[in-house]
């Protein structure tokens, strides 16, 4: 099973992002690690079209191809790595991507089990600001687990009961298994209404009638986003439990 980070230098909100220095080690570095220590992963590879990255990655031994640069989105870039790769259409390709250093392993593996075409990962929200925050991912989950709705907003929306229970609230945790065959659809598909509005990816196959399982993992530090979560990222990477 191949497990693809697809990392790139520029973002909107974190200058050169993948290059964060964090407690003595790249943000890049720190995501390979964590996909690196899921047992059924075959390889962790690193697909990027930056001389940077590609000199980082190759500074911490992790496995490197070289992609285009014209990607709009992490999909693309995973869907071109599978092809450079040789993943066969039945396989299961993993995206995990490179702004999550804190994924729940069991999730990803519960993620892949449950990939018929596209699983992933929500875990709880905590708190209000955490679900009113449009740089925090939700999804809405229908009882069989499939996804019904991922958006920046804060769904879903208690008419009657202001402090509806948190259980319902679940934040989305960046890290897609997809079918190969299912991949290679979605890189496929034209970008979407919903996903133009939303700037989420993931509506593009959702729109488009594919099927994405939704795995509950336990709460798990969100993952680096904004400027604001460096600081924390690098406090919760520089304890003891993390580093050991």
């Known amino acids: ?50 001389d940077e990255i590609e000199g980082c990655a190759r500074g911490f031994d992790a496995e490197v191809v070289r992609t285009r640069s014209d990607h709009a989105s992490g999909t693309d870039r995973v869907d071109e790595a599978a092809d450079l790769l040789g993943a066969a259409e039945d396989d299961v390709v993993v995206n995990f991507q490179a702004d999550e250093p804190f994924v729940d392993g ?45 958006s920046r907003s804060p769904i879903p929306f208690s008419r009657d009961e202001p402090e509806f229970g948190t259980r319902a609230r679940l934040r989305h945790v960046g890290v897609y298994a997809c079918r190969r065959s299912a991949l290679k659809r979605w890189a496929a598909l034209p970008e979407s209404t919903l996903e133009r509005a939303e700037r989420l990816e993931q509506l593009r196959a959702l729109e488009a009638g594919m099927r994405i399982h939704v795995e509950l993992g336990p709460w798990t530090e969100p993952g680096v986003d904004l400027p604001a979560d460096i600081m924390r990222a690098e406090r919760v990477l520089s304890s003891k439990e993390v580093r050991g």
């Open 1 to 50: 099973m191949i497990c693809v980070l697809p990392a790139r230098i520029s973002s909107t909100r974190i200058s050169r992002k993948p290059l964060q220095p964090l407690a003595g080690r790249t943000l890049l570095e720190w995501c390979w690690r964590a996909a690196s220590a899921i047992r059924s992963f075959d390889r962790v590879v690193i697909a990027t079209d930056s």
């Open 106 to 150: 069991g999730a990803i593996e519960g993620a892949v089990r449950r990939a018929e075409e596209v699983a992933t990962i929500a875990a709880p929200i905590r708190a209000d600001e955490e679900w009113r925050s449009p740089a925090v991912v939700k999804v809405a989950r229908a009882a069989d687990g499939r996804a019904l709705y991922f």
